[in-house]
């Protein structure tokens, strides 16, 4: 497991099985979780793992079937991204059929991110978009003919709003914003890393 506890609360948007949408949560967990993994009560399994590893409070919890030590790290002036991969099963999102309500299978591409700076909420989901925007990229220059897994997850962690600083919000998050351009190159690289491990050891 990695435990993220940041110190003091965040603004955290997320996909997330548990914590996920917007709100104030102070940490994250990402597990590891055997392949065909198929419990059904995963959104409380989450909750047990970050409870047994100290967590207290709301947070966001994540799982992925790859190897969290095989983990990747980057950071461009300020902006910090955190990505597991694993991209054994994978494909592109618009893809023929109808879908499954099933659980699918782990492997998952997980980006965590985070900003020291307070964004809106429409910057914080514009934030998801230029983060997944950078994941697809990254594939494509890892060789990858995919655009993710059937699983992949986002967390974007944001300072809290300065209390009567409307001003000190930042409202965009796009790629060419000042912090959606850092967001998104940290992304790519980390997720170029990962990706490309995570190839080589599917061979």
Known sequence: MLLWRPGSDRRMISSALLGGGLGRRGWILNAQ???GYAR???ERHLAELAARAGAEGPGVGLMTAARILDRCFAADEGAEALVTAGIG???WAAA???GSSEPLPAGTINILV???VALSDAALVNAVATATEAKVQALRDAGVDASGTPTDAVCVAAALPPPGRPA???PFAGPRSPWGARLAR???RATLLACTRAAAADG
Request: hydrophobic content about 50%; glycine content about 10%.
């Open 89 to 91: 099963v994978r494909g």
């Open 96 to 98: 023929p059929g109808a």
């Open 186 to 188: 940290a992304v790519h």
């Open 168 to 170: 000190a919000v930042e």
């Open 33 to 35: 979780v055997p392949p």
């Open 40 to 42: 059904l009560d995963a």
């Open 114 to 116: 985070s900003l020291p």
